[in-house]
């Protein structure tokens, strides 16, 4: 799922109401990755956040990060989403 803010800031998620661990990739307004929380426990209302700001927020299943080696700087590319 992406989540599509605004504006930049500080970002924070929980995972009441999710059943499966996920990795939550931050994205800058660059689109470029600033943070990642890996496999965050399912069920917490424990805030997954990274320091850096971010415009969006990318949450795909746990092991996602590490098994398309996915690192802080790399570039994300959008398709299909207007540039309003």
């Given at each position: 799922?992406?989540?599509?803010?605004?504006?930049?800031?500080?970002?924070?998620?929980?995972?009441?109401?999710?059943?499966?661990?996920?990795?939550?990739?931050?994205?800058?307004?660059?689109?470029?990755?600033?943070?990642?929380?890996?496999?965050?426990?399912?069920?917490?209302?424990?805030?997954?956040?990274?320091?850096?700001?971010?415009?969006?927020?990318?949450?795909?299943?746990?092991?996602?990060a590490a098994?398309?080696?996915?690192?802080?700087?790399?570039?994300?590319?959008?398709?299909?989403?207007?540039?309003?």
């Open positions: 799922m992406l989540f599509i803010f605004d504006e930049p800031e500080v970002q924070s998620f929980w995972m009441r109401n999710t059943y499966l661990r996920l990795d939550i990739i931050f994205i800058g307004a660059d689109r470029s990755v600033v943070g990642i929380v890996e496999n965050a426990a399912p069920l917490t209302e424990e805030p997954r956040a990274v320091e850096a700001q971010s415009q969006y927020v990318l949450e795909v299943h746990g092991g996602f098994e398309h080696a996915i690192a802080l700087g790399d570039t994300v590319r959008f398709e299909g989403l207007s540039e309003e």
